[in-house]
């Protein structure tokens, strides 16, 4: 079992910045971390992607440029990190962080899911 705890999300105006942080515990094998998200009264979409080792990243077209994902391997704690800038309306969603045993971008691959931390961003 792997936990997925989020935090960090709020509200921002547009054009701001906010990093989102998945805390990770269990039985943390090599998994294969993502940031989903989830608008209302839309479907959850892929937002980025990294290997456990950070060897690889991967981002959604709408984020590139934009959003960076990284990671902390420490021996206490396991982290996966969003940093988000210069942040727009349309990226107010809810934020998940998933884990998988194998890469992948959709949301039907993901193993284990967070709970979601709330993004607003304000125009």
């Known amino acids: 079992q792997v936990q997925l705890v989020e935090s960090g999300g709020g509200l921002v105006q547009a054009g701001g910045s906010l990093r989102l942080s998945c805390a990770v515990s269990g039985h943390t094998f090599s998994t294969f971390m993502a940031w989903f998200r989830q608008a209302p009264g839309k479907e959850r979409e892929f937002v980025a992607a990294?290997?456990?080792?950070?060897?690889?990243?991967?981002?959604a077209d709408s984020v590139k440029g934009r959003f960076t994902i990284s990671r902390d391997n420490g021996q206490s704690q396991k982290t996966v990190y969003l940093q988000m800038n210069s942040l727009k309306p349309e990226d107010t969603a809810g934020y998940y962080c998933?884990?998988?045993?194998?890469?992948?971008?959709?949301?039907?691959?993901?193993?284990?899911w967070g709970k979601g931390t709330l993004v607003t961003v304000s125009s």
């Open positions: 990294i290997t456990w080792d950070g060897s690889a990243t991967n981002y």
């Open positions: 998933a884990a998988a045993r194998r890469a992948a971008t959709t949301t039907g691959a993901m193993d284990y």
